[in-house]
């Protein structure tokens, strides 16, 4: 979508990826909760979690967990601990409309979430 801000950093157009493939790609969150913040997006454009519907998204959603814990070990944020969450929907705070995967660590986590 050509007013996306995250289809143009997933596009290159802006911005610096950290990692991509031919699904996703993934970049250091600019508002960091956590020493370590990377969001996950796919590089077509899905503007929530609740959009996935098709056969070939199921794929892709697997895809981004196996990236994340790619990116975790990366980020040596693996074995102490991460998180990976989605904000769907206003309520939950979703405040871009292209879907991302938040992937934080590097510091201990309360519950619940705020
Ligand atoms: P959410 O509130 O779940 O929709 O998360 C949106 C996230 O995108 C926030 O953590 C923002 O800090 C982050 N964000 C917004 N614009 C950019 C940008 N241009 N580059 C990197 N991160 C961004």
New binding site residues.
Partial sequence: MSDC?FCK?AQKEI?TLIYEDELVAA?????P?APV?V?IVPKKHIEKLLDVTQDEDKFLLGHILVIANTIARERSIAEAGYRVVV?CNREA????WHL?F?LLGGRKMSWPPG
């Fill in positions: 801000i950093i911005g970049f250091d969150d600019a508002n909760q913040h969001l904000n705070g979703q405040s871009v991302h938040h």
